[in-house]
């Protein structure tokens, strides 16, 4: 290992993800590194994808100089006493993920905000039957977002529909929600669909497109990943501010020092067009995004 220009040997931060594939993760994962990298700091990445592959990657990484571990995503209910098993001395924190355990050091923007946010939105939309599409977990406790989509529905009567894909993956939510059109009579679909990332999003899209059958289902994602302004999707979705969720994720790993009214929490809707379902009058009529059929 190189040493740094002090004579000292860099320190390490392991850095825990599922799936380096998902658009999300690597948004993250890409503010993560380049301010540890300017901090003098070394990544170490962690690709899970069991409980044995998490204790064995953990085991390897035990001899270096691991200072932190950042978890880009909830794994397991038992991750923690597993690190903490392995690494005793090693403090954690959560990175924007979802379902962190309860006794987690959890970083996370205001989730709950963007589920009123996006309900209402759809909602003002004049959208009577909705949806909530989100990948699997080990545990029955809902995401911040999912509650306050699901708390600011219940204020207009509403109970959105549960759609779960196999995974946070684009294809698997292709999937669920092809399976979830065909069994479905079209007098009973959902008319809006929320989605818990933006991959799923971009799979319930294509998945409409794709079904025809004069289908259409407006679809708001979570993320604002680069590809979601592009043409072919047009996503409305939620936006967060990864560079300050990261500095702040970052001085509270190795400086124990937190700022709990910062900007790092505020999101806002992205407005693209995906919300609307069909083609309306104005600009989306000369886009051509996937929310057209």
Same mark, same amino acid.
């Given at each position: 290992?190189?040493?740094?220009?002090?004579g000292?040997? =860099?320190? !390490?931060?392991g850095v !825990?993800c599922?799936?380096?594939a998902n658009?999300?993760?690597l948004?993250?994962?890409?503010?993560?590194t380049?301010?540890?990298?300017?901090?003098?700091?070394?990544?170490?990445?962690?690709?899970?994808?069991?409980?044995?592959?998490f204790?064995?990657?953990?085991?390897?990484? /035990?001899?270096?100089?691991? +200072? #932190?571990l950042?978890?880009?995503?909830?794994? %397991?209910?038992?991750e923690?006493?597993?690190?903490?098993d392995?690494?005793p001395q090693?403090?954690?924190?959560h990175?924007?993920?979802? $379902?962190? =355990?309860?006794r987690a050091?959890?970083?996370?923007s205001?989730?709950?905000?963007a #589920?009123e946010?996006i309900?209402?939105?759809?909602?003002?939309?004049?959208?009577?039957?909705?949806? $909530?599409?989100? /990948?699997?977990?080990?545990?029955?406790?809902?995401?911040?977002?999912?509650?306050? $989509?699901?708390?600011c529905?219940?204020l207009a009567?509403?109970?959105? +529909?549960l759609?779960?894909a196999?995974?946070?993956?684009?294809e698997?939510?292709y999937?669920?929600?092809?399976n979830?059109?065909?069994?479905?009579?079209?007098? &009973?679909?959902i008319?809006?669909?929320? @989605? /818990?990332?933006?991959?799923?999003? %971009?799979?319930?899209l294509?998945?409409t497109?794709d %079904?025809?059958? #004069?289908?259409?289902?407006?679809? !708001?994602g979570?993320?604002? !990943?680069e590809?979601?302004?592009s043409?072919?999707?047009?996503l409305t979705t939620?936006? *967060?501010?990864? &560079?300050l969720?990261v500095? &702040?994720?970052?001085?509270?790993?190795?400086s124990q020092?937190?700022?709990?009214?910062?900007?790092? *929490? *505020?999101? /806002?809707? *992205?407005?693209?067009?995906?919300? %609307?379902?069909?083609? +309306?009058a104005?600009e989306m009529?000369? @886009? #051509? @995004?996937?929310?057209?059929?």
């Amino acid at each position: 290992m190189q040493m740094q220009q002090n004579g000292n040997v =860099p320190r !390490v931060i392991g850095v !825990v993800c599922e799936r380096i594939a998902n658009p999300s993760h690597l948004k993250m994962l890409d503010a993560l590194t380049r301010q540890l990298n300017a901090r003098g700091e070394l990544t170490l990445l962690l690709q899970v994808s069991s409980r044995d592959d998490f204790r064995a990657q953990l085991h390897n990484a /035990a001899p270096l100089p691991i +200072v #932190g571990l950042v978890f880009l995503t909830s794994l %397991f209910e038992d991750e923690l006493e597993i690190a903490h098993d392995i690494l005793p001395q090693v403090p954690t924190l959560h990175l924007a993920t979802r $379902y962190a =355990p309860s006794r987690a050091n959890a970083l996370n923007s205001d989730d709950y905000a963007a #589920g009123e946010a996006i309900s209402r939105l759809l909602l003002e939309q004049g959208h009577q039957r909705l949806g $909530y599409l989100h /990948a699997p977990r080990e545990s029955a406790a809902r995401s911040r977002q999912e509650m306050g $989509y699901v708390d600011c529905l219940a204020l207009a009567n509403k109970t959105p +529909v549960l759609l779960t894909a196999t995974q946070d993956a684009r294809e698997a939510g292709y999937q669920a929600m092809l399976n979830y059109l065909k069994t479905t009579y079209s007098s &009973e679909r959902i008319h809006a669909l929320f @989605c /818990a990332s933006d991959a799923l999003a %971009f799979g319930a899209l294509q998945a409409t497109r794709d %079904f025809g059958q #004069g289908a259409h289902v407006a679809v !708001v994602g979570f993320g604002d !990943v680069e590809e979601a302004a592009s043409s072919t999707w047009h996503l409305t979705t939620w936006t *967060q501010h990864p &560079e300050l969720i990261v500095a &702040e994720g970052i001085n509270r790993l190795l400086s124990q020092a937190g700022d709990n009214t910062g900007a790092w *929490q *505020q999101g /806002a809707l *992205q407005i693209r067009h995906s919300h %609307f379902g069909r083609a +309306v009058a104005g600009e989306m009529l000369k @886009c #051509g @995004c996937a929310s057209r059929h």
